[in-house]
């Protein structure tokens, strides 16, 4: 079982090569010049942060570790409590373009083809799917989650789904004011700084870009996520590649100091904008023109959605046989891949099916070249669609309706004492309202011929339901609070 906890933030750390490796050192240990012909992986910072996060709000580990055993509890309980397993789940993604230079604004080709490389991989559709070893066969699936461009901003207007703002911010990883033997205000820096640092790009007031409502869109920003080293001569440093954010709703059993410490990061994915889609045209600089060839494929963006649906590193973030994911059919590993397609890699044993199955370096959710990156497992998907029903309960809709799943229908009140009205924007025809509690159970279910209000009435005792609205091939779902 995992000793790791659930985050706030999680991290997508890049190799430093040479002396460019000032903060990646630091945080493996060593002096920033003491290997400068070396190559490192400065690891994951995501227990970096949970420790910090810990000492701001003492029992956010705690309660973190509870809420990713109850996922896992949830998930092999009460499978698809929302709906049924060859559902489509359709989800609405915001691209949010924040650049300083031509570079960074990047064309709507490339955000195009970022939607289709979601699409392939979560719905494992992707050709590279051949070089899947046999031996995974019969635990990798297709997720049935599916993302488009948002066609509804949120006032009901006609939309990309790409937004552009320009920014005075050159470097969203911030200014380094540290130099050449400040080791210990350097760590510091990275733990009190770097984190808000990033997430200006989700503000105006900050030189970003205000989200779109967090629960009802993906949202994804793109920008410069390089650090400027000045006393380090001018190091324009690539520390991370991208990071999102794990669920924040429903956490009503979460002491407020632990909410309290997780509202700074706004909900959604930060990329480093070289990293979107497989079309860019922008590349890596030296001295990190190794990786123009590894993760240049549109899948560092899946990645980052697997841990925004709640997933984990596959090896659990620590160099430990025993730490594992909350997954059972992944096998576990003693560390990332590190950039490498290495077939023979088998560094735990494990027995999943009976079978010790070798490092699974062809999943999403490991540092492993995008090459050989190809699948998810079945548990992985099962993890990510419980929470879509649980924890994401805004942000879908089902079969394939277009805009946001709410664009079309108007629920008030909302929260209720029990009474709702659902006002449709269009005159639709054969409509069938149906109210499900949180588990999945059918509370009401009503046709009607025509109309564009309906009246409904939830007489049950209070808590979270689902109301869905079909009519024809259309579908959406909109949570409702009752009180």
Not at 96 to 122: A, K, M, R, T
Not at 264 to 281: D, R, T
């Amino acid at each position: 079982m995992q000793r790791l906890l659930f985050l706030p933030v999680f991290f997508f750390i890049v190799n430093q090569i040479n002396a460019q490796s000032v903060i990646n050192e630091l945080l493996i240990g060593n002096a920033p010049a003491e290997s400068p012909a070396a190559v490192h992986i400065a690891g994951c910072a995501s227990y970096q942060l949970m420790e910090v996060q810990d000492r701001q709000s003492p029992g956010y580990m705690d309660v973190s570790n509870d809420f990713m055993r109850q996922m896992k509890d949830g998930v092999s309980t009460v499978k698809n409590q929302r709906f049924d397993e060859d559902d489509i789940i359709v989800i609405p993604v915001v691209f949010h373009v924040v650049y300083n230079n031509e570079e960074e604004n990047i064309p709507d080709s490339v955000l195009h083809n970022q939607i289709g490389i979601l699409n392939e991989c979560f719905r494992r559709q992707n050709a590279d799917t051949v070089s899947m070893r046999a031996a995974f066969s019969d635990i990798v699936g297709d997720s049935k989650i599916e993302f488009q461009l948002a066609e509804y901003d949120p006032d009901g207007f006609p939309t990309s789904g790409i937004t552009r703002t320009f920014t005075s911010v050159e470097h969203f990883g911030g200014i380094l004011p540290y130099g050449p033997g400040q080791n210990q205000e350097i760590i510091e820096w990275v733990n009190d700084s770097l984190f808000y640092n990033f997430f200006r790009l989700t503000n105006d007031d900050l030189g970003g870009k205000n989200a779109w409502d967090v629960n009802r869109y993906l949202n994804v920003w793109i920008g410069d996520l390089r650090i400027m080293e000045p006393q380090f001569g001018n190091i324009e440093e690539q520390v991370y590649f991208g990071l999102a954010t794990p669920p924040f709703d429903n956490l009503m059993n979460w002491p407020d100091s632990v909410i309290q410490a997780l509202t700074p990061y706004e909900q959604g994915v930060l990329i480093h904008y070289v990293n979107i889609g497989a079309n860019n045209p922008n590349s890596f600089p030296s001295p990190y023109t190794v990786y123009n060839g590894i993760v240049k494929t549109g899948k560092i963006l899946v990645h980052e959605v697997g841990h925004y649906l709640g997933l984990r590193h596959i090896w659990g973030d620590d160099s430990n046989c025993s730490v594992d994911d909350f997954i059972d059919d992944t096998p576990n590993s003693n560390g990332s891949s590190q950039w490498t397609c290495n077939y023979s890699k088998n560094t735990c044993v494990d027995n999943i099916n009976g079978i010790d199955l070798p490092d699974m370096i062809e999943n999403y959710m490991d540092y492993s070249g995008g090459s050989c990156q190809n699948s998810f497992t079945i548990e992985q998907i099962a993890f990510m669609r419980h929470v879509l029903g649980t924890h994401r309960t805004d942000l879908l809709s089902i079969g394939g309706l277009e805009g946001t799943g709410e664009n079309d229908i108007t629920v008030y009140p909302n929260p209720t004492t029990g009474t709702i009205n659902v006002e449709l924007r269009s005159n639709l025809t054969d409509i069938e309202v149906s109210v499900r509690n949180l588990q999945g159970q059918l509370i009401d279910n009503q046709h009607f011929p025509d109309g564009k209000a309906i009246h409904l009435n939830i007489d049950q005792p209070g808590g979270i339901y689902f109301v869905e609205i079909t009519s024809d091939d259309r579908s959406s779902i909109v949570k409702v609070v009752k009180n």
